[in-house]
């Protein structure tokens, strides 16, 4: 019997199940890129903001531990327009160092395009919306991901954003008209073998896993705030703009972040206009929550599927499942 979780996904870069680990900035480093490629995933590493030191010493110890897996890296897109030195030194290696597949997000794709693919890389666009869809097929990208306002990180604030269980299907009918050989993930609440083989149903060829991914031992993340995501459930998450100034990140409008929604967001979400003007006491304290480790301030950037994760273990352990799971769904 065919393999129920096989698709033109795991075909192209031979993946053992249709997941592809999110590029999740200072979280998916080398060794969670690593072991989900390792686990049959593809694993992109979170270039993020595009930090040439972090890059580069990431994506090595990635392809260090990737043994024959399919590694990539995704970087925010407007940081590019910044500066794209993570991307240079990424797109200058050698043919055999090369990654699979290069995922940009955040902004416009198209001035990036034509040199990652005279470097023979994949394109992977994220977008929360279907008016931004032509932009990526223009751009070349082999893989859409639709990401649901669901999603963990960076997304569509509330005005903008779309859910995962109506967008993906809606933006598969769309790249069946206009693109038929571009790919799609879906990216939001996908954290299991139920949610990802409702990914397929929906018409996508895999999944883009960030939150569960987030949630594991190889995780960068702070043990801490992986602890708080294990005793939090969906409830316990909000999008807003809260952290982004307290980080002193200068997201571009429409975008917003969901995270848990700890004591120090249920505060500010009170005073959003007077933490606009006067970001300083908020700051501070906000700095030195992180410093000590008290979540009850520090963020942990997880998403509404923040409720299916109970524990942290491998990353590989976590695939494994996800793909056990999932083939008992589907057939
Ligand atoms: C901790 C964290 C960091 C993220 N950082 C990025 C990023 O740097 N670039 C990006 O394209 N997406 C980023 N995302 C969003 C993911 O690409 C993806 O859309 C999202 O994680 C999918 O939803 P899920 O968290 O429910 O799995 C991040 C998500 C999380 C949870």
Redesign the pocket.
């Given at each position: 019997m065919s393999d129920r979780l096989a698709t033109r996904l795991t075909r192209r870069y031979g993946l053992a199940l249709p997941v592809v680990l999110?590029?999740?900035?200072?979280?998916?480093g080398g060794a969670l890129a690593g072991a989900c490629a390792r686990g049959g995933a593809l694993g992109l590493v979170?270039?993020?903001?595009g930090d040439l030191d972090w890059t580069r010493r990431e994506y090595t110890l990635a392809r260090q531990l990737a043994g024959s897996g399919a590694l990539g890296c995704?970087?925010?897109t407007w940081k590019l327009d910044q500066d794209a030195s993570a991307l240079d030194w990424l797109l200058d290696q050698p043919a055999d160092q090369l990654p699979r597949a290069v995922?940009l997000?955040?902004g416009d794709p198209r001035p990036y395009a034509a040199r990652i693919a005279r470097a023979g890389i994949d394109l992977i666009c994220?977008v929360q919306r279907l008016q931004q869809l032509p932009q990526a097929i223009e751009a070349g990208a082999t893989v859409v991901?639709a990401?649901?306002a669901?999603?963990?990180?960076?997304?569509m604030n509330a005005l903008n954003g779309r859910a995962t269980l109506s967008f993906v299907p809606e933006v598969a009918d769309w790249l069946a008209t206009h693109a038929p050989d571009t790919l799609l993930l879906a990216?939001?609440?996908?954290?299991d073998g139920r949610t990802l083989a409702a990914a397929l149903m929906l018409g996508a060829d895999g999944a883009?896993?960030?939150?569960?991914l987030?949630a594991t031992r190889e995780s960068l993340?702070a043990e801490g705030a992986k602890r708080q995501a294990t005793q939090t459930n969906g409830d316990g998450t909000a999008r807003s703009g809260i952290f982004d100034i307290l980080r002193r990140k200068n997201w571009p409008a429409p975008y917003d972040f969901r995270a848990i929604r700890n004591d120090l967001h249920r505060r500010l979400e009170l005073q959003l206009d007077s933490l606009r003007a006067h970001p300083e006491a908020a700051r501070a304290e906000y700095e030195a929550a992180v410093a000590a480790g008290d979540y009850s301030a520090a963020h942990a950037?997880?998403?509404?599927?923040v409720g299916l994760i109970n524990d942290c273990p491998p990353a590989q352990a976590v695939l494994q499942r996800m793909a056990d799971q999932a083939r008992v769904r589907l057939s």
């Open positions: 999110a590029p999740m900035a200072l979280a998916a979170g270039g993020g903001y995704g970087f925010i995922m997000s955040f994220q991901v990401q649901g669901e999603a963990g990180g960076h997304g990216a939001g609440g996908i954290a883009l896993v960030g939150s569960r987030w993340a950037t997880v998403g509404e599927a």
